[in-house]
């Protein structure tokens, strides 16, 4: 049976503030039955806070309605988030005051606090998942939906794998792609062929060393073609090992939960191609979507990524050197990264469904 995913639209039917998003956003969270799902429950809301002086983030007036009324259920809610983005949240006006919860570090301010779990894939041997939310009786993964240098999209699932562990997982997941690139500096002539044929602009030459950038990095294999020694290999099969990684990082995250007390709501508002850990905000590639949610991560993830449409992209949104290019995805053709790649591998290791059916909450 598809899952269902509920949908609070952004483009009001109506002028008046009863058929805004705010008022649709709580409407929608009485269909998730928050007394039973979240009553009487620690429940770790894992958020992406962002950093430095990004704006687009969820905004914290749609935070403190998701935390009334988890409160109003009988719950004890907590705002949480790796401990660097914790730490500034301030900045861009998450505090306890206005939230109406408090705020904590997943996994402590030393980022020490995990409880580790054996995986063995490739370079992620080992997921240690936060501490903090561990502990937590049940989850709410708020995630913005945007662009993602490393994975097209960046929402529940890359909320949980990137930041439900400590630093050290993350780094071992980000190798599972970075290990793919290979420079051999006794065949390079330093002739920069490569750099100049990489239509990307990911590869860079500093102190006689060739690096690319995996963000930027789109799989076109130019360098390695144009390489007359052969100094450079690319394994195109990094990007789905990523997605792997991830998809095993959040399952061992969510098998600590019983599934009936977790949900899964994304924010399709300011839709940015990049993440909002650079700490910067750049201009919405496509009009304001709204906000969906489901119980169901995979279902969830998949309606998030239908929902941005490459012909609803709005001209000269792109900053430079972003530019489309090739078929697919409207983040595919920013990132050169098929966005639903993570969704099958989360589907495939038994998180979800892809079919769903869309109620419109009006
Ligand atoms: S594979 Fe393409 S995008 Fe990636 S570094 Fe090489 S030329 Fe640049
Ligand atoms: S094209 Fe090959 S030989 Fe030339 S700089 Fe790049 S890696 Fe070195």
Not at 262 to 267: G, M
Not at 306 to 322: Q, R, V, Y
Request: hydrophobic share 40%.
């Amino acid at each position: 049976m598809p899952a269902k995913v509920t949908f609070a639209s952004a483009r009001p039917k109506q002028l008046k503030a009863d058929a805004t998003l705010p008022a649709l956003l709580d409407r929608m969270l009485v269909k998730w039955a928050f007394k039973k799902r979240f009553g009487g429950k620690k429940v770790a809301i894992k958020m992406h806070l962002g950093g430095h002086m990004g704006y687009s983030t969820i905004h914290p007036l749609l935070v403190g309605r998701i935390v009334k009324a988890v409160k109003d259920a009988g719950g004890k809610p907590f705002i949480c988030d790796v401990p660097w983005a914790v730490n500034s949240a301030w900045e861009r006006g998450y505090t306890q005051e206005v939230l109406g919860a408090p705020l904590q570090p997943v996994t402590s301010e030393a980022d020490k606090y995990v409880y580790p779990h054996k995986v063995n894939f490739r370079t992620l041997k080992t997921v240690n998942k936060a501490g903090n939310v561990m502990d937590a009786e049940a989850l709410i993964v708020l995630s913005h939906g945007k662009g993602h240098g490393h994975s097209g999209f960046g929402g529940a699932i890359k909320n949980i794998a990137m930041g439900c562990v400590d630093g050290e997982t993350r780094s071992q997941i980000h190798r599972l792609v970075s290990a793919t690139f290979k420079w051999d500096a006794k065949k390079c002539t330093g002739c920069l062929l490569c750099r100049d044929n990489c239509p990307n602009g990911a590869i860079t030459y500093k102190d006689k060393k060739i690096s690319i950038f995996d963000h930027a990095c789109k799989y076109c294999m130019h360098c390695q073609l144009a390489c007359p020694k052969k100094a450079i290999t690319i394994d195109q099969r990094g990007y789905r090992y990523f997605q792997h990684g991830m998809a095993l990082t959040t399952k061992a995250v969510l098998d600590g939960f019983d599934r009936s007390h977790t949900l899964f709501i994304t924010a399709l508002l300011q839709i940015t191609p990049f993440c909002d850990c650079w700490g910067f905000t750049t201009p919405s590639i496509v009009p304001d979507i709204g906000i969906l949610a489901s119980d169901d991560i995979v279902a969830a993830e998949t309606a998030a990524v239908d929902m941005i449409k490459a012909e609803d992209f709005i001209e000269g949104s792109l900053p430079h050197p972003l530019r489309r290019a090739g078929e697919g995805h409207l983040f595919q053709q920013i990132h050169g990264k098929d966005p639903y790649m993570q969704i099958e591998e989360c589907e495939a290791v038994g998180l979800g469904s892809r079919k769903y059916t869309l109620v419109n909450i009006q």
